[in-house]
């Protein structure tokens, strides 16, 4: 499987959502690219087994994929590097992507993730991307901000051009790592950052409108990602790449259309008992905005059983058949 060739609308990836059954979703509903969560390094090579499986669990079908390691140490990225290969588990991916812009707090424990663009951090940032590129037989790509507290980023896209011009892609959250995720991104800074640097650039942060994503296309950038907005409206990505084509949008799915999708993925590849709070916690969120949406998401938060969960979303579409007959 290659990369996409093209302009590209990719489901980013989140801890806790984006497991095999929500990117089969994304997938089968046109999202072009998809990512594990992050795995930490030592997550990788030490994890137990279980644990392990259900983060890199993928299959050929949602193709193709990227797998995310959080960036933490070169030696620790580099020992995870190893272990992918040394496992043959590099042959069901195909980026490696280093993830620079987790702003949580365990990331100052760690002095991971977005800490890494701290300007006393950056010899760290540039020996990760070096041991990537010089140990990773896949493709490498990068996720980041716009820098930790103030703008860097120019400055840090030099240095790794500096270091190497082989790198897939690097994919711009734009926010500071300080703004986490709230505010408007700082979209006045994508014309200049693609201007800027030979790296092909993917954007990130509330691409989440027509408008938004022919805007990045137009100004150069080779894709973008989207995360959050996807949980609730996984058709997203055909509804805008549709719309950028020109051609006619496509029938609305409901809520509970997706629901079932999902499940049947779940089903399908973890069986009928496991793994229950992913589902629980997508099944929420695809309540969201909707009418009366806070009162069925109370109930699911309720719910213990795959059932009870089923029979909230079957009295969703039942009320709206209702309606529609009225
Ligand atoms: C619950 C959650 C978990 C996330 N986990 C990750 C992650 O594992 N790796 C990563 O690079 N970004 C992660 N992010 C950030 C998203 O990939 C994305 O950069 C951010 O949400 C902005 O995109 P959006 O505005 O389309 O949501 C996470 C975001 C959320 C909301």
Redesign the pocket.
């Known amino acids: 499987m290659t990369l996409p060739k093209s302009f590209f609308i990719g489901l980013?990836?989140?801890?806790?959502?984006t497991y095999l059954s929500f990117r089969l979703l994304c997938r089968e509903n046109g999202a072009d690219m998809v990512f594990t969560?992050?795995i930490a390094p030592l997550g990788l090579t030490k994890a137990n087994p279980k644990a392990l499986q259900f983060l890199t669990m993928t299959v050929p079908e949602e193709r193709p994929i990227g797998i995310?390691l959080l960036a933490t140490t070169p030696l620790e990225i580099k020992n995870a590097i190893k272990f992918l290969a040394q496992n043959g588990m590099d042959e069901n991916y195909d980026v490696l992507d280093l993830?620079f812009?987790?702003p949580s707090a365990r990331m100052h424990r760690l002095n991971a993730g977005s800490l890494l663009l701290k300007r006393k951090n950056l010899d760290i940032f540039e020996e990760i991307v070096r041991v990537a590129v010089d140990y990773s037989p896949l493709p490498v790509s990068i996720?980041m901000r716009l820098g930790y507290d103030e703008i860097t980023i120019l400055a840090t896209l030099k240095k790794i051009e500096e270091l190497t011009s082989d790198l897939a892609w690097i994919t711009v959250?734009l926010r500071l790592a300080e703004e986490k995720?709230s505010g408007e991104p700082r979209y006045e800074i994508l014309p200049v950052i693609c201007e800027e640097t030979d790296f092909n650039i993917v954007a990130?942060?509330?691409?989440?409108t027509i408008d938004k994503v022919r805007w990045a296309k137009e100004i150069g950038c080779i894709g973008v990602?989207?995360?959050?907005?996807a949980r609730n409206d996984p058709d997203i990505f055909n509804r805008i790449k549709k719309t950028l084509t020109g051609r006619k949008s496509l029938a609305e799915y409901s809520r509970t259309f997706f629901y079932r999708r999902l499940l049947y993925y779940h089903f399908r590849y973890f069986g009928e008992g496991k793994y229950f709070l992913y589902v629980k916690r997508i099944a929420t969120e695809l309540l969201k905005g909707i009418p009366e949406g806070k009162q069925y998401r109370q109930k699911v938060q309720k719910s213990s059983s795959f059932k009870e969960i089923t029979d909230i979303f079957n009295e969703l579409d039942q009320k709206k058949e209702n309606v529609m007959n009225e």
């Open positions: 980013a990836p989140m801890v806790d959502y969560e992050m995310q993830n812009g987790c996720k959250h995720r990130n942060g509330n691409f989440w990602l989207i995360g959050r907005k």
